[in-house]
Nanobody, 124 residues
């Protein structure tokens, strides 16, 4: 029910915009977050936002470069990624859950109930 898109290959310094579309009406009131994972590392929280977009959280490694946002209809989540670095290379996932994220738990995968299949981002 969560489908990511927008990944691809880009040179360092470039930009990509990821999208996550919610196919079920149920999830439109869920809180949504972007994660990423490589085979060598654990799943890492990248950015989270509240439903109305009033509050957002970012990993220190992406602050100032990435922006999370939610579409007006509530069924699409975006991640604008600028000034990409090779270390941003990863599979990116969106996740959804009914509980609002906080500064203490937004980055914890177990906080979320539903996951997309991921979209690959490669920065060279």
């Amino acid at each position: 029910q969560l489908v990511e898109s927008g990944g691809g290959s880009v040179q360092a310094g470039g930009s990509l915009r990821l999208s996550c579309t919610i196919s079920s009406f149920t999830y439109r009131n869920y809180y949504m977050t972007w994660f990423r994972q490589t085979p060598e590392k654990e799943r890492e929280g990248v950015a989270a936002t509240t439903i109305g977009g009033g509050r957002s959280y970012y990993a220190d490694s992406v602050k100032g470069r990435f922006t999370i946002s939610r579409g007006d209809t509530g069924n699409t989540l975006y991640l604008q990624m600028n000034s990409l670095k090779p270390e941003d290379t990863s599979m990116y996932y969106c996740a959804a859950g009914p509980n609002p994220p906080s500064s203490d738990d937004w980055y914890i995968p177990q906080h979320y109930d539903y996951w997309g299949q991921g979209t690959q981002v490669t920065v060279s």
